[in-house]
């Protein structure tokens, strides 16, 4: 039955997507705002779609710790669902991708109009000041700037790979940086077809205030994410019912 609704959901999604895409065009001539509107409709109702096909929910923790942008956000990145649902919690975010995809037809026009960062890891330091200079532009414009610290996906469990790119964006922003850990990996895994039912939980910790020294930031930053997610984790598998991955960290605690 999972794999069914995992199918289903797929499909739905998929159609969803194209056809805002196809049918929002007309968005990429007016104003951003306009833009930025379109993608908060789709982030909720794919997340509309996943809860009532697959039985996926959300759960948002920590609400109180997320300060007035412009703000620096360092998420855990476990999962593709990360990159829209995020969308739906912030007010106004510039999220810092991937510049190849960029370059997809209509995804990648909406990504430029909507002003998001984007970073070209192979250009090696030019690609840092790139992304140091975008992003203090969008923190001007009173933005919230959302980074995943470890550049891909990682699944649950994995040991954490954080990049140097979220230490040099903290450095010259002096910005407050509100950690975010999350449990999506358990239920949308990355590289898998299969959704599993249960409730995605996202949880804001307390802000890191700006000025810390490079190696001090760096270790907070790891520090606040990883056991925080690792608690969220092994909390989807507590009840002995939740997907395999839970369930084995659920154990260890």
């Known amino acids: 039955m999972i794999w069914l609704r995992s199918l289903v959901f797929a499909v739905v999604f998929y159609i969803n997507t194209a056809l805002f895409l196809l049918l929002g065009s007309p968005l990429l001539l007016g104003p951003r705002r306009y833009a930025m509107m379109g993608l908060r409709a789709h982030a909720r109702a794919s997340l509309w779609w996943l809860r009532v096909i697959v039985g996926t929910r959300l759960e948002v923790r920590g609400r109180e710790h997320l300060p007035a942008a412009p703000v620096l956000i360092a998420a855990k990145h476990q999962s593709a669902w990360d990159t829209f649902a995020l969308i739906t919690l912030l ?43 975008d992003a203090r532009d969008r923190a001007a414009d009173g933005r919230e700037i959302v980074i995943f610290p470890e550049g891909t996906r990682r699944p649950p469990g994995a040991p954490p790979d954080y990049k140097p790119g979220v230490v040099a964006v903290y450095e010259a922003l002096a910005l407050p940086c509100v950690p975010l850990a999350l449990n999506s990996g358990v239920f949308w895994p990355r590289r898998q077809m299969i959704r599993h039912p249960g409730t995605i939980v996202v949880q804001f910790l307390p802000p890191i205030p700006p000025g810390l020294a490079r190696r001090e930031f760096r270790a907070a930053l790891v520090e606040a994410i990883e056991p925080a997610t690792a608690r969220l984790v092994a909390e989807a598998g507590a009840t002995g019912t939740g997907p395999l991955v839970a369930v084995e960290a659920a154990e260890k605690q």
């Not at 209509?106 to 984007?118: A, D, L, N, Q």
């Open 91 to 133: 007010g106004d975010p510039a999220m810092v991708m991937k510049a190849e995809l960029g370059w997809i037809p209509f995804y990648g026009w909406f990504s430029h109009k909507f002003r998001h960062i984007f970073v070209q890891r192979e250009r090696g330091p030019s690609a840092l000041k790139t992304l140091i200079r």
